[in-house]
């Protein structure tokens, strides 16, 4: 580990490109390797529960079909041991002791891998942007070392996994509690995400500055919700400004009150902030959510990871379009491809997390192959998201029309049975056409 990148015992950077697995005993293996992921994060589920899995099966699982197949395993404890409970969403540093005290107990179990693996300590635990936080994982990490762990430590943010706060105000103290300094900190983009961004039309300067946007969207451009005549929270904070002309003092961060307001064609913004001296606005400048936008927020946790010497990944992101129990419209294509400007690892959620019975996934979900669940065999296995993370298509149809495997088609190529179809749209980014800067 140095200034935020990984690297291997021969000294080559290793940047993650892969997949999270859902299911360490689903059949997916043989489909993860034909993807072209170098790290695969897979979960353990019901660690220490009587009669549950034999942690064997986990080391097997890392061993024979991932390390076996060139791909690193972040091994992911996904319960408070000895409980069917979900360790996502605890705040109780008594859990995370009682997960720590199972990865203790098993040491000699993974030890004959310690070189080849990573341990996601426990997914998405935590509080935001909390001092408990700090310290429960400060104390995890000299359990573990202390125990004979020597690989990377990966540990997600708090806030089931979204808070940004966690690891700008206490990621620096955490890496350097660990002797080892090996620490890998893990964001995942869902529902706090967004790629909220438009023009400005003007700005009426006073105590509070309001900010009319170019914009005539039926809805306001920072609350979808809002329609002019409902509610108009926004939960917005704080946005940033680029690129204005003649009151250049709005450029950069600036607070507001967490209210929209305006109508279609005249939608504003209301800033917590005194421009009655400011020269007058004369044009120009984008406006987006300080907080939320899915491009600053990675590009401020890729400066984290420069200054603080840990290495910082994005462990989970979904397909978008508003899917899920924390839907965002951020795309994968937005997310992979602001991640590899930063040069931060990035993992899908996931390979084969079904909504369907018998293991099967449409395109309503998460998974990435229609069948198996994670079989890949041939295109047409996956999902639109499956194409978007393995082959790079940016505008994915049902049933993998559209996006054949390599060699990649011309644009006027569109396949057969998909009358209407664009013309496939390739991003530089994925599974198959990005290069990592090693492979495991």
Same mark, same amino acid.
């Given at each position: 580990?140095?200034?935020?990148? =990984?690297?291997?015992?021969?000294?080559?950077?290793?940047?993650?490109?892969?997949?999270?697995?859902?299911?360490?005993?689903?059949?997916?293996?043989?489909?993860?390797?034909?993807?072209?992921?170098?790290?695969?994060?897979?979960?353990?589920?019901?660690?220490?529960?009587?009669?549950?899995?034999?942690?064997?099966?986990?080391?097997?699982?890392?061993?024979?079909?991932?390390?076996?197949?060139?791909?690193?395993?972040?091994?992911?404890?996904?319960?408070?041991?000895?409980?069917?409970?979900?360790?996502?969403?605890?705040?109780?540093?008594?859990?995370?002791?009682?997960?720590?005290?199972?990865?203790?107990?098993?040491?000699?179990?993974?030890?004959?891998?310690?070189?080849?693996?990573?341990?996601?300590?426990?997914?998405?635990?935590?509080?935001?942007?909390?001092?408990?936080?700090?310290?429960?994982?400060?104390?995890?990490?000299?359990?573990?070392?202390?125990?004979?762990?020597? +690989?990377?430590? =990966?540990?997600?943010?708090?806030?089931?996994?979204?808070?940004?706060?966690?690891?700008?105000?206490?990621?620096?103290? =955490?890496?350097?509690?660990?002797?080892?300094?090996?620490?890998?900190?893990?964001?995942?983009?869902?529902?706090?995400?967004?790629?909220?961004?438009?023009?400005?039309?003007?700005?009426?300067?006073?105590?509070?500055?309001? =900010?009319?946007?170019?914009?005539?969207?039926?809805?306001?451009?920072?609350?979808?919700?809002?329609?002019?005549?409902?509610?108009?929270?926004?939960?917005?904070?704080?946005?940033?400004?680029?690129?204005?002309?003649?009151?250049? $003092?709005?450029?950069?961060?600036?607070?507001?009150?967490?209210?929209?307001?305006?109508? $279609?064609?005249?939608?504003?913004?209301?800033?917590?902030?005194?421009?009655?001296?400011?020269?007058?606005?004369?044009?120009?400048?984008?406006?987006?959510?300080?907080?939320?936008?899915?491009?600053?927020?990675?590009?401020?946790?890729?400066?984290?990871?420069?200054?603080?010497?840990?290495?910082?990944?994005?462990?989970?992101?979904?397909?978008?379009?508003?899917?899920?129990?924390?839907?965002?419209?951020?795309?994968?294509?937005?997310?992979?491809?602001?991640?590899?400007?930063?040069?931060?690892?990035?993992?899908?959620?996931?390979?084969?997390?079904?909504?369907?019975?018998?293991?099967?996934?449409?395109?309503?979900?998460?998974?990435?192959?229609?069948?198996?669940?994670?079989?890949?065999?041939?295109?047409?296995?996956?999902?639109?998201?499956?194409?978007?993370?393995?082959?790079?298509?940016?505008?994915?149809?049902?049933?993998?029309?559209?996006?054949?495997?390599?060699?990649?088609?011309?644009?006027?190529?569109?396949?057969?049975? +998909?009358?209407?179809?664009?013309?496939?749209?390739?991003?530089?980014?994925?599974?198959?056409?990005? $290069?990592?800067?090693?492979?495991?």
């Amino acid at each position: 580990m140095l200034n935020g990148k =990984v690297y291997d015992a021969n000294g080559y950077e290793f940047r993650m490109r892969g997949v999270d697995r859902c299911h360490f005993d689903s059949n997916s293996a043989a489909g993860i390797t034909r993807s072209g992921a170098n790290a695969v994060r897979f979960f353990m589920y019901d660690i220490g529960v009587s009669g549950g899995p034999a942690t064997s099966s986990f080391y097997d699982v890392a061993l024979n079909q991932h390390i076996a197949n060139k791909q690193m395993p972040i091994i992911t404890a996904a319960n408070v041991a000895g409980t069917h409970t979900g360790s996502s969403g605890d705040t109780s540093s008594a859990d995370l002791a009682t997960i720590v005290s199972w990865w203790v107990s098993n040491e000699s179990v993974f030890a004959p891998i310690m070189d080849k693996i990573s341990i996601n300590i426990a997914n998405e635990w935590g509080p935001s942007n909390s001092a408990t936080w700090e310290t429960a994982y400060e104390s995890a990490i000299t359990d573990l070392r202390n125990a004979g762990y020597t +690989c990377p430590l =990966v540990i997600d943010t708090g806030g089931s996994g979204q808070d940004d706060q966690d690891l700008l105000n206490y990621a620096q103290d =955490v890496f350097n509690s660990d002797p080892q300094k090996n620490i890998i900190f893990s964001i995942h983009l869902y529902g706090g995400a967004n790629d909220y961004s438009t023009g400005i039309q003007s700005v009426h300067q006073g105590t509070n500055t309001v =900010v009319t946007l170019a914009s005539n969207s039926a809805t306001h451009p920072f609350a979808p919700n809002f329609d002019g005549t409902n509610n108009s929270y926004s939960g917005i904070s704080a946005y940033s400004f680029s690129g204005v002309q003649g009151m250049t $003092q709005l450029n950069g961060e600036q607070p507001a009150p967490q209210n929209v307001g305006g109508s $279609q064609g005249a939608w504003t913004i209301t800033l917590s902030v005194d421009s009655t001296s400011w020269p007058a606005y004369t044009g120009g400048g984008t406006v987006v959510d300080y907080n939320g936008n899915y491009q600053l927020r990675l590009a401020r946790l890729a400066a984290l990871g420069q200054s603080t010497g840990a290495a910082i990944i994005v462990g989970e992101f979904g397909p978008g379009r508003n899917i899920g129990p924390s839907p965002t419209l951020v795309t994968p294509d937005e997310i992979i491809s602001a991640s590899e400007a930063n040069q931060l690892g990035w993992l899908a959620w996931a390979w084969d997390d079904n909504n369907l019975g018998g293991g099967q996934t449409n395109n309503a979900w998460f998974g990435m192959t229609y069948n198996g669940p994670g079989v890949y065999a041939v295109d047409s296995d996956l999902t639109m998201f499956g194409q978007q993370i393995v082959e790079g298509c940016i505008n994915p149809a049902p049933g993998g029309c559209g996006c054949p495997d390599s060699p990649v088609p011309d644009d006027s190529v569109v396949a057969p049975g +998909c009358q209407g179809t664009p013309a496939p749209e390739y991003s530089n980014y994925s599974l198959k056409l990005a $290069q990592p800067a090693t492979v495991y």
